[in-house]
């Protein structure tokens, strides 16, 4: 039965010893990471990230009417552009250019009076049930088209235009804190939600004049 082996030699270093397992670390003693220094100062809202809102990423190859549907947050109004075939192909065709100013859905909701009803002094306008929805729908393209301005993407700021439907000019100004706003009604664009072959689909919180 042979002895225990050979101790180190005078040349050969001891194995280090191993350290016990201190098990897992307790949750407390894990430093917390700070993201930002809270004397940094908050950035200010024309930086690179308010300027990106309004300068998506081209797409040559989709249409507005392509754009419009996936936004959920203008359904309604998306719904309300495939009501008329015409409208639904203006939007469908490359080679128009056009801004299309899309109200959110909670600027339709807090109308007093809905895109399909008629104005006050058509209330009592007479006629059979039929009659009724062909007015309803002829009223929503109507609103539709208060809300299309030809010609005019990109819209550069200042520059006067007019909807489909006429009537007084509209402009955009940015405000000192760099959000865009549709004048001279002052209604803020959330975003330009994209820019494709034929224009641009401007996001806005309010709703243009559609009487």
Known sequence: MSGPGPGPGPGRPSPPAQAPDPGPVPAATIPKIKLRNPSSPAPSPDTHASHDKYAP???????????????????????FTR?????????DDLTARMTLLAPLNSAIDHLPRKPWQPPPDDQDHPGHDVDAQDRARNNLDRFVRAHILMGTAPWEEGVQAETL????????????????????DGIEVERVAARVANGELWIVKGVLDYK
């Open 165 to 184: 439907t006429g009537g007084r000019p509209i402009w955009w100004e940015a405000r000192d804190d760099g959000v865009r706003v549709v004048c001279p």
């Open 57 to 79: 990423k081209p797409q040559t190859s989709v249409s507005l009417a392509d754009t419009i549907g996936p936004n959920r947050s203008i359904s309604s109004f998306s719904s």
């Open 83 to 91: 009501l008329n075939p015409a409208t639904a192909r203006l939007l």
